[in-house]
């Protein structure tokens, strides 16, 4: 079945360093890859989406780039905020369904 | 901008006991659905549903799951008796409509704790 992969945490770095968080996913045919980003206290949000290959989806400064070739959607931010500070999701979800397949969620601090 | 509520935010029950997690999903949404996070572990797909009936259900989801929307408004899980690896918190989330072509909205969750 589908599964995602992603690092453990928790990532910590400093206000303005650059972060990745890697992603990797086992899937049949061609799903839609996601990062849902959950802050203390709060639902989880939709940060960023990618539905094809090399697509690249961004939002708030993130970005994610969907590689069939690794089948990976690594998130990066080239300066992070204390704002920041939350758990992130690597999800999929097959074709034209809205059920997900979540990773097991990397908690990122941000020091000032 | 509209958003998914969940009550309460912390259940503690007994084991054994029956629990009834609520959402209020968005008034125009069509689907919806339960996830849950043990701590520590992936967030799990339960269950969606739709035009009052299931659509799909994972394996986790077992006679002791439930789901209902008694109303036009609330969307509730029932678990009818409670073991201590239910422990997890409860995500309930909401969509307009199907195929995926905008993001499902999720509420801040219920954390239940069986003891």
């Known amino acids: 079945g589908d599964s995602v992969t992603q690092m453990e945490g928790p990532v910590t770095l400093s206000e303005e360093a650059c972060l990745t968080i890697?992603?990797?996913?086992?899937?049949?045919?061609?799903?839609?890859l996601f990062w849902y980003v959950q802050y203390p206290g709060e639902g989880l949000q939709l940060l960023l989406k990618?539905?094809?290959?090399?697509d690249k989806g961004s939002n708030k400064g993130f970005e994610a780039t969907y590689r069939k070739e690794t089948t990976s959607f690594h998130l990066e931010k080239g300066s992070v905020q204390v704002s920041d500070s939350a758990v992130y999701f690597c999800?999929?979800?097959?074709?034209?369904?809205?059920?997900?397949?979540f990773g097991k969620g990397t908690m990122l601090l941000v020091s000032p | 901008e509209p958003e998914v509520t969940q009550t309460p935010s912390h259940q503690v029950t007994q084991m054994g006991q029956e629990v009834i997690l609520r959402c209020v999903p968005i008034s125009n949404h069509l689907y919806f659905y339960w996830y849950r996070q043990i701590l520590g572990q992936k967030v799990e797909f339960l269950v969606s549903?739709?035009?009052?009936?299931?659509?799909?259900k994972s394996e986790i989801f077992d006679d002791q799951f439930s789901v209902e929307r008694p109303d036009g408004s609330n969307f509730t899980l029932k678990i009818r008796s409670t073991k201590l690896e239910d422990s997890a918190m409860y995500f309930c989330?909401?969509?307009?409509?199907?195929?995926?072509?905008?993001?499902?909205?999720f509420g801040n969750g219920t954390r239940l704790t069986v003891t």
């Open positions: 999800a999929l979800s097959d074709p034209g369904y809205s059920t997900l397949t």
């Open positions: 989330a909401s969509i307009w409509r199907e195929p995926y072509n905008s993001p499902l909205h």
């Open positions: 890697n992603c990797t996913y086992t899937a049949t045919g061609y799903p839609s």
């Open positions: 549903f739709y035009n009052n009936e299931i659509s799909e």
């Open positions: 990618a539905t094809k290959a090399d």
